[in-house]
């Protein structure tokens, strides 16, 4: 089911702001061919359905307005929306995906974008690549995952665009054919961040903030959902990340997302932030 939202002004006013209102992409069939991770069976389409309605049933009891969308070009990552996008205070940012094949959905977002009056505030353009899902805006501060999925010239021109918007930039060194920064690291509260360890993600970058670190063997345990301050949205297959989390005073909400985790796709890469007070 697609719901409209209306939207004021302001979009992502504080990055860790009470989550307010969010764009999904259901997943495809083509999930099921996505390489799963080492050891892990191949995901299952129906689940992954089920589960997102989940997702979205829990982000709307907490308040948050979701709109659904069904892609067109049936991909089988096309559920994660934050390649294609980042979202500031005044418009979005159309990204410009490392992958080939993903490329089309950001003009496709952005004509759903057009078609919700959220406005435009600019693009990774050619030959610049940058995935949306390797930055993390936290505080006034935007991290950069720098690996192979991006190139100088779309790591540069967004960290401009970030810094018009008043924040400051930081680069963070990822392994060069790893996971996204998104999937390894989470925004908690304004100072605060959860991190897989430094074997996959460069700590020194998050220097000042609160660090809450994922063991060995639950990195992308680290890839949460934040939907407010001190309050995050996990995966349940990653307990150890969890009792970290609720131990240190943040309020967890804990659902499967199981058969997105096989395909190595977080919570923080299923949901684009719209509208954050």
Known sequence: MTQTVSYGPRLVAHPTGALRAAIMVAPTAAIENAPPLPGEPNAIYPRARAQQEILA???RFFGCDVTLLE???????????????????????????????????????EAEFVKRDIPIAGHIAAPGLLDGSDVLLAGSTAFIGVSNRSNSLGRNGFAQIAKAHGFSVREVRLSAHGAPL???????????????????????AFAGFKVFTAPLGHELGAGVLN???HHVLANVRYPTVVDTLRRGGVVVEAIDLYDFGRAGITPSMLVLDLKRI
């Open 182 to 204: 998104r999937a390894l690291a989470g925004a908690v509260s304004a100072d605060s961040v959860v991190l897989a360890p430094e074997s996959d993600v460069d700590h020194s």
């Open 57 to 59: 049933k829990t982000l």
């Open 71 to 109: 892609e067109p070009q049936g991909d089988p990552y096309a559920s994660s929306i934050v390649d294609s996008a980042v979202v500031f205070e005044n418009g979005a940012v159309v990204m410009r995906p490392s992958s080939l094949s993903r490329r089309p959905e950001s003009a496709w977002l």
């Open 227 to 229: 939907i407010g301050e």
